[in-house]
């Protein structure tokens, strides 16, 4: 059993981790602007089920593959990077629609939780994090190490749900207003594909630590 107050300080420095900018809230934001704030909602339940299997992928050491292997690494990498460019072209050709969240009935809740999921698990950076992260707040004096990973990996996923889930609110109210503008809207769409375009690049040009 972890020590309480070593959780404390591991949930505190999850949230702050959670509320800098990076990929997946930046991703959860453009989501939530686009389609309303239940389709933020549904992308961050979708990224904490990716959180899921990176807290796996450490407990029962997946992760150190992606970091000794440079195959297995660059293949997933450019597999998200490949997947957000998708994304990216379809934010540039999607039409406006105007109305309260007039292009959220377009994606079904499905459509945006597994966009979550790929998001998250086709980046193997998030691994190699965890990877380097969760041993530091672990001990071995305090039982079976996996356990501890989990428990961890469970309490980081608590608050990334807190953080993005607060994103995807404020961003489906601001974007709320561009939604009533087909205009706004575009312009929102074009931003969103930019921003996902971005990503991939990101993503792309990613090393290995």
Do not use: W
């Amino acid at each position: 059993m972890i020590d309480p107050k070593i959780l404390f300080m591991f949930f505190t420095t999850s949230v702050l981790l959670a509320l800098s900018p990076g990929p997946d809230n930046l991703f959860v934001m453009t989501q939530a602007a686009q389609q309303g704030r239940k389709a933020g909602l549904l992308v961050t339940f979708g990224l904490c089920t990716g959180l899921l299997a990176h807290t796996a992928a450490v407990t029962f050491g997946l992760a150190a593959l992606f970091k000794a292997s440079a195959t297995a690494f660059t293949v997933l990498k450019f597999t998200g990077a490949g997947y957000l460019l998708y994304l990216a072209v379809l934010s540039f050709r999607a039409g406006a629609e105007t109305g309260p969240l007039a292009a959220a009935d377009h994606l079904s809740s499905v459509v945006l939780y597994r966009r979550g999921i790929i998001m998250n698990i086709t980046n193997p950076k998030v691994s190699i994090f965890f990877l380097a992260f969760l041993p530091q707040f672990a001990d071995p004096a305090r039982g079976h190490l996996s356990a501890q990973f989990l428990q961890l990996g469970g309490i980081f996923i608590i608050a990334t749900m807190i953080i993005f889930g607060a994103i995807s609110i404020l961003a489906g109210v601001f974007g709320e207003q561009f939604r009533k503008s087909a205009f706004a809207q575009k312009v929102l769409n074009r931003a969103a594909a930019g921003i996902f375009a971005g990503l991939a690049l990101k993503l792309a040009l990613a090393q290995r630590v």
